[in-house]
């Protein structure tokens, strides 16, 4: 089954009812499907317009009324695709969205900004047409030399886009001859510039070739932790225990080792009859997480719960945030030893037991995957949990194991220790990332072509 699937094109009606049914770990290895598909080195694309998806969802922030670019990463990686077909002479047509405007045209989430970045990035001009589709789109994507670049404007100011609706695709699709998807951060959107586009291209027999990025996230998120060496340790926060527990069930079938921390934490707290005080919690996921527990127990997968905790009391501030929602200030932060919190506290971070107990399996690992931070790390007071298990991580890819990073949250903590260029992969999807780790089949690369 499994075999026959790898080599199954894009069309075939199993992998649609994958697709639909968000079933497709019991169909597939994710990783087999995407070795049958064909990647940008694969093209020949001398003088053709190449329209690339990539995924320019940066964070962004108003300074003296300019938008300023606060993390380049998602840029940065995109470089080695990029550089790749100016060196085969593609003209390059860049699609992508930010934020979510939906369907209006949101000038503070305008791409333009993006263009100026790359450009300083690559060395090199990029164009930048204020439409994704349309005349003045076609003729600047027409008037594109070999090695050329245009940047679109944000995708998502039309509302089509995120419909993936098959005329809007079709108007995509007229500014280039060849597809290439670099966004993996976006690929579990069955959009239209995700999805449909590259629908459009194969159907007038174009192709449609992954990015060297999505290959990389690929075979790091797929086949590496598909068959890793073992000891193989999963380390998971997070505040939502109904946001992971898909991963949690797919990886108690492959891991050795699963380290809980974070919010999450206290939903299984709940499970083991504790109190949990003001933590935050799933009372209606106490089930998941019993079951969780018991299949851990059954497959023999060692599963370590925090033992202590960092807690803190919360307070009423009387301010209000940028969203408008009142903010919490939390006083008198302390050790908690007991596995049960007071009532009028809440359980903040991992405590120093639990610290030690997760830093002694750490090293033992050949492959680490993590995903989710261990406490409110923003807040130094409960950064302690987080910090140490990336100096934790660091520290055994020195010593030769494989660690895989995952989720905007942890990428964001890991960089503030310095520690990032220490792991062996940090990946740019956060949804994208979660839904590969569940065993999913991301849309964006199912409709990639096939080898
Ligand atoms: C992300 O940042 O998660 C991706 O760019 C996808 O964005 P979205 O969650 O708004 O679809
Ligand atoms: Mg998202």
Redesign the pocket.
Known sequence: MLSTCALAGANDPVLQFALTHRTASLFFRADLIFMAKLTVKDLEVRGKRVLVRV?Y?VPLEEKDGQMIINDVTRIRETLPTLELLIEKGARIILTS?LG?PNGKREPSLSLRPVAAKLADMLHRPVVFVDDCIGEKAENTANALKPGDILLLENVRYYEEEEANDPAFAGKLATLAEVYVNDAF??AH?AHASTEGVGRVVAKRGGQCAAGLLMERELKFLGGELENPERPFVVILGGAKVSDKIKVIDHLLERADTLLIGGAMTYTFRLAMGRKIGQSLVEPDRVDVAKAALEKAKSRNVQFLLPVDNIVGTPVATGKLNKKGKPVIGYENPRVNDSLDIPDAEEGMDIGPNTIKAYCDVIPGAQTILWNGPMGVFEDKRFSEGTFAVARAVAGTTQKGAKSIIGGGDTVKALNLTGLTGQVTFVSTG???SLEFLEGNVLPGVAALSDR
């Open positions: 995924d969802n969205h979510r951060g976006a959107r956060g949804g994208a």
